[in-house]
């Protein structure tokens, strides 16, 4: 990046000046830190998983783990189910809550404006990678935030 005249990207800083933003440990370890482990397990009842992830939880490998890493494993566990799950996650957060990582990318996205982020009719940045739709000031499904 550098030797093409980009600047450093050799700390989080640098990469984060050039518009790369990290997840810790990744996108789904995120959301469920920034939705709470109560929340997330509403979220697997309101769609019918919750019994399938406390059968998982009984799995002598997962009993000594912290919930939340239970969860994050868990969502890793079927095909399809990490897709299904990221926009309801998103969906639950309050604004308040969105990861930095997250709300870094929308802002630098919208500050760009770039045509293929940024819906120039609404003037609202958008993110959609891997199922996940993000909006800068409104919520997915197209509801104001709480």
Known sequence: ME???????????GLARLGF????????????RALGVDRMQELL??????AR??????QP???????????????GTHSGRKAQFAPLMVDALEESRIPAAMRELVGTAVDRESAS?????????????AGVSLAAG???????PR
Do not use: K, M
Not at 3 to 13: K, P, Q, R, V
């Open 3 to 13: 030797d093409g005249g980009y600047g450093s990207a050799d700390t989080i800083a």
């Open 21 to 32: 933003f990290a997840c810790r440990p990744d996108l789904e370890g995120e959301l469920i």
């Open 45 to 50: 009842a309101e769609h019918g998983e919750l």
């Open 53 to 58: 992830f406390r059968r998982f939880q009984h």
């Open 61 to 75: 490998v997962q009993r000594e783990r912290p919930t939340d890493a239970q969860l994050r494993r868990f969502l």
């Open 117 to 129: 982020l940024l819906d120039d009719d609404r003037r609202v940045g958008h993110l959609d990678a």
């Open 138 to 144: 409104r919520r997915p499904s197209g509801r104001s």
